[in-house]
């Protein structure tokens, strides 16, 4: 069975959002071999770091919080959707001509998988390209950069996801997997009460007794 | 589809390996609705808080880290067997009479996942319940404990299980499935160098064309 990580891996030097220095994780050791007999660390990171899932809270007061997102949404059909050609934005004309199934959560790669440009002038979604998605009737959105929106002033992309109920799954790499439909595993960390969580994020061959998943 | 979540969910006070303050997690708040746009938190957390999974590096100096167990390992065929009847620590005697199946990754479900005793005197895997298991060809072992095992001089369910490749998983919430075979999803997050880290796991239901998985 194939397994493709669509992850980021978590480190110190990892890209992050626009290169924030506070949303570096810091691991630190927590206990080593010198002080007693086993090795633990600890782990400090804003939870918009490397590869997460988004909740309503994050850009609605009182929203929705991580906990709460069925496990249904993110444990789901997927179409990855090859955006490669786009050069600055993914736009609903962009989108129009791809195949896209209603329910499925989809998964936009882009040229962020492949180029260095993950902290400064990464590809991502428009509002209209949003809109365009909920019209579809996804179960959530995800994109190859750390966030699936830069510069749009009001969050436009965010706004209409979250504002729809639909999930953002940002920070992935999609470098490896082609085009296509897989089953998504990208359940969240159940942080009690957060906006947001990190994902060890994983795509599957979609089982022939599942590809009619409800 | 059915599936269950066998995680702990991750809350400032969630029950810790035998209560040990450095191990509670602390979310915090990075930015709020009255300083900006967004709501971010952080999440501060010792790696062996809730469910994670243990590699080598926890107990060997220079043993292996999390970001090398292969995937395949922990997405993988499954069998949850039924030890709710062991009182105090769960022996080869005990496994002995239950359906092992070599290359699943077995999962111990006993008395932790229904009494509040988590933080205290736990159902735990003794050595020679380690060592059975190595032998049987296990593909890896988890437990419905914070640690798989407590108050044994030297740690031989940790040795005998890493020391033989095998990864460790603790912290599972296993009341809701029955004893049986699943498919497994229990990948970590993939932190670099790390001795350990946190999961969401999950247990779907094994595919029929994947049930003979390599």
Same mark, same amino acid.
Request: charged fraction near 25%.
């Given at each position: 069975m194939k397994i493709y990580d669509i992850s980021l891996p978590i480190a110190c030097d990892m890209p992050v959002y626009k290169g924030k220095p506070d949303k570096r994780p810091v691991l630190s050791v927590a206990s080593d071999f010198t002080i007693g007999p086993v090795y633990e660390s600890k782990l400090e990171m %804003? &939870?918009? *770091?490397g590869t997460h899932l988004d909740a309503a809270l994050h850009i609605f007061p009182g929203g929705g919080t @991580?906990? #709460? @997102?069925?496990l249904t949404s993110v444990v789901n059909k997927c179409s990855v959707l090859d955006? !490669? =050609?786009? *050069?600055e934005k993914i736009t609903a004309a962009d989108l129009a001509v791809r195949p896209i199934a209603g329910g499925d959560f989809v998964l936009l790669k882009t040229r962020n998988s492949y180029e260095q440009i993950l902290e400064g002038q990464f590809i991502y979604l428009t509002g209209g390209g949003a809109e365009y998605l909920v019209n579809c009737g996804v179960a959530g959105a995800g994109i190859d950069? &750390?966030? @699936?929106? !830069? %510069? =749009?002033p009001g969050h436009p992309a965010h706004r209409l996801l979250l504002g729809a109920g639909l999930p953002v799954l940002e920070g992935? %790499? &999609? #470098?490896e997997p082609p085009a296509g439909r897989y089953l998504l595993v990208a359940a969240p960390l159940n942080i009690i009460g957060a906006e947001a969580a990190p994902v060890r994020a994983l795509l599957l061959p979609l089982p022939k007794e599942w590809q009619c998943l409800e």
């Open positions: %804003n &939870l918009h *770091t @991580i906990d #709460k @997102i069925p955006l !490669r =050609q786009v *050069t950069a &750390l966030g @699936i929106e !830069r %510069n =749009q992935l %790499n &999609l #470098k």
